[in-house]
């Protein structure tokens, strides 16, 4: 909420005069000593119980005293108190709050539990009760008035950086190598301070409401000082006699109340909320997660190296499993099932396969980002020979965005909206890459440059909001870039895109890949962009790779029936043969893969023996001499290859 937007907010008249009136109340309690034209206890008993007069403007009490100065006075306790237990509800509330949002189950658990506790507690009575204890110890009550309403902000806190946690630019902040606490002040911070203001106003009110009630019922505040609860209390016993007097103290308490109840409006009808919470297509839960799986040694993958041999690619997926929680018997779904693939340096993998075949999992799972509750439950995932499955976070946070880079297919989610681009790029620059204060504008701008934007001074000055779905995309690409990554991982990066960007953002990768001699693990739906970019290519079924080999040769003869299907689907292909043709039928479910071969429904050439046990995926021995790379998980694969070249 920028200064200009909450100035805003104050436009409308009743919100102006609410914030003159607080204003006002505010100045009065702290200089009433000096503005109140009284004594508030000087006594004057011929002039009690009289109206506004030219002496006295709201009249005097019972005792003769002023009633403007008591009003002036009488507004500090209360505020004050107000005030006191405010910051303790949101100093206990924010801080319990953002460890439950950031926390895993149990510390989420067991502080939700104290929250819902808090919220058992019959508050007012509580603290009536302490007031027997601490008579007339305003401090104390309103502090256990802030203990109690911590509660309400805890679970508040905790549900908006639950919310704000999944958005997509949390998320490429954690893929850009920042740390947890770097996130949670930067960007989680910032976007729930609004609505936390708003709360902070409406609870200011309700303090001053119990305030006021323990002065009225004689609990709160010092007797020998006014207070507003104590002067209602005592109009309330003239008040047939001498009803007016009702009206200093009981207007300004309404007044007050009213004035906070109005600008905490206005200050809600400012506050955007996240992204997911206006409806916006938040993503998968990209939060970072320790696997379950401990270290390769573990499972028997194989021992830790100190250095990968001379040939070890880059990225070494092997047996990757990745499961959700089961929906019915508490158990684990897989959902990615003993995937593995490798891209070596400075080449391009293209990972293709029909939506929910789990391309995009298999790729999260590399820079530790699983969305929750998944896990890594088996395999082995080496990066420039280290193990990645089984490092915690910290230790993550040393290949995210410096070694591995990840652009996602939704630019602008992936930017957070509060920041300009060159700020975030500065930050990822600062944090992920090192680069000195004095450096990192003109880095900034070089890398904006090196995506391909024209302006980049004009852009690192842009908002998400204000960048077209392409430059959002580039300026994605650019933060990806910021930590100069070995390989950069782009999940599906043009879907979002209309079709002439889209080619434009593929040729810049593939620029960037041949200029930086980087490698591209690149999911996309669509062959042709594989067959324009990747040197390899691995198709991925119901969870499984169903068949991997160099672009060429795969595109060429392809071994696997899905993958046939896959080619003849695509428009390249209809202008070919005259006719697009569509592959019957869906992916299935995770719970409903079957034990043989996954895609024998869909299959023209499925026979019994496909469907009686699991097809394994290898290099069909009868190619070997002919196209040795090249592996297929099908029973039939020697014939259709056979086929395809005849
Ligand atoms: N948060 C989640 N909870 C439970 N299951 C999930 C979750 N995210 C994904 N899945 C399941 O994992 C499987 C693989 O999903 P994934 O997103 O990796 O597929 P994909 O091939 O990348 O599809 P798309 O191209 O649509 O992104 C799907 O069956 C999906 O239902």
Redesign the pocket.
């Known amino acids: 909420m920028t200064f200009t937007r909450v100035l805003a907010a104050f436009r409308s008249p009743l919100a102006a005069l609410s914030l003159l009136w607080l204003a006002a109340i505010c100045l009065t309690s702290v200089f009433a000593s000096v503005l109140a034209p009284q004594d508030p206890l000087a006594q004057d008993l011929p002039a009690a119980n009289q109206g506004p007069t030219g002496a006295h403007l709201l009249g005097t009490d019972g005792l003769g005293r002023d009633e403007l100065s008591r009003v002036m006075f009488g507004s500090a306790t209360l505020l004050w108190g107000a005030a006191e237990a405010t910051v303790i509800a949101l100093l206990i509330g924010v801080s319990a709050g953002l460890l439950a949002g950031f926390s895993g189950k149990t510390v989420d658990r067991v502080l939700l539990w104290l929250a819902d506790l808090s919220f058992a507690l019959p508050g007012f009575i509580v603290i009536v009760a302490l007031a027997v204890i601490y008579p007339r110890n305003t401090a104390v009550l309103m502090g256990a008035l802030g203990v109690i309403s911590a509660g309400g902000v805890l679970r508040f806190t905790r549900n908006l950086t639950r919310a704000v946690r999944e958005e997509l630019f949390v998320d490429a902040a954690y893929t850009a190598g920042l740390s947890r606490r770097r996130v949670m002040t930067r960007h989680i911070l910032p976007v729930i301070t609004a609505p936390l203001t708003v709360q902070a106003v409406l609870m200011l009110s309700a303090g001053v409401i119990v305030g006021a009630s323990l002065s009225f019922l004689g609990l709160g505040g010092n007797p020998e000082k006014p207070s507003w609860g104590q002067m209602i209390y005592e109009a309330s016993q003239q008040m047939t006699s001498d009803p007016w007097l009702m009206v200093p103290s009981g207007a300004a308490l309404i007044f007050t109340v009213m004035a906070l109840n109005f600008i905490g409006g206005s200050l809600g009808d400012l506050t955007p909320g996240t992204r997911a919470a206006r409806g916006t297509r938040a993503r ?2 990209m939060r970072p997660v320790r696997s379950v799986v401990r270290r390769p040694e573990a499972h028997g993958v194989g021992a830790e190296e100190a250095a990968p041999p001379q040939d070890e690619p880059l990225l070494s997926v092997r047996g990757l499993t990745v499961s ?1 929680p089961g929906a019915q018997d508490g158990g684990v779904q897989p ?2 099932d003993g995937v593995g693939f490798e891209v070596r340096e400075g080449r391009a993998l293209g990972l293709v ?10 790729v999260l799972a590399i820079p530790g980002l699983v ?1 929750q ?2 896990a890594v439950t088996g395999g082995s995932i080496r990066f420039a020979g280290e193990e990645l499955v089984g490092l915690g976070e910290r230790q993550l946070n040393r290949f995210r965005g410096s070694r591995i880079g990840l652009i996602s297919q939704e630019p602008m989610v992936a930017l957070d909206p509060s920041f300009t681009v060159g700020s975030q790029l500065c930050e990822v620059l600062a944090h992920t890459a090192g680069v000195p204060r004095r450096r990192r504008r003109e880095r900034c701008l070089e890398l904006l440059a090196e995506a391909g934007i024209a302006d980049p001074v004009r852009t690192a000055a842009s908002y998400p909001h204000q960048l077209s779905g392409g430059m959002a995309q580039r300026a994605a690409i650019a933060m990806a870039l910021a930590g100069s990554p070995q390989l950069l991982i782009a999940d ?1 990066p043009t879907t979002a895109l209309d079709v002439t960007v889209q080619a434009e953002i593929l040729d810049l990768l593939r620029e960037l890949k041949e200029q930086r001699g980087m490698a591209l693990l690149l ?1 996309t ?1 669509d062959l042709g962009v594989v067959a324009d970019i990747c040197d390899d290519m691995a198709v ?1 079924y119901a ?1 499984q790779v169903v068949e991997q080999g160099a672009v060429e040769d795969v595109l060429a003869a392809p071994l696997h029936p899905y993958t046939r299907g896959l080619l003849a689907s695509t428009p390249e292909s209809a202008a070919h043969t005259g006719r697009l043709s569509a592959i019957a039928g869906t992916v299935p ?2 719970k409903d893969w079957p034990t043989g071969c996954r895609f024998a429904d869909r299959c023209p050439h499925a026979q019994e023996r496909c469907r009686t046990a699991p097809v394994a995926l290898e290099s069909p021995v009868a190619l070997k001499a002919d196209d040795g790379r090249d592996a297929a998980r099908c029973v039939r694969a020697v014939d259709l290859f056979v086929e395809a070249r005849s």
């Open positions: 998968a839960r959700f959902v990615v396969g029909e939506s929910g075949c789990g391309k995009s999992i298999s969305p509750p998944g599906e999911v739906h991925m969870g479910q995770p």
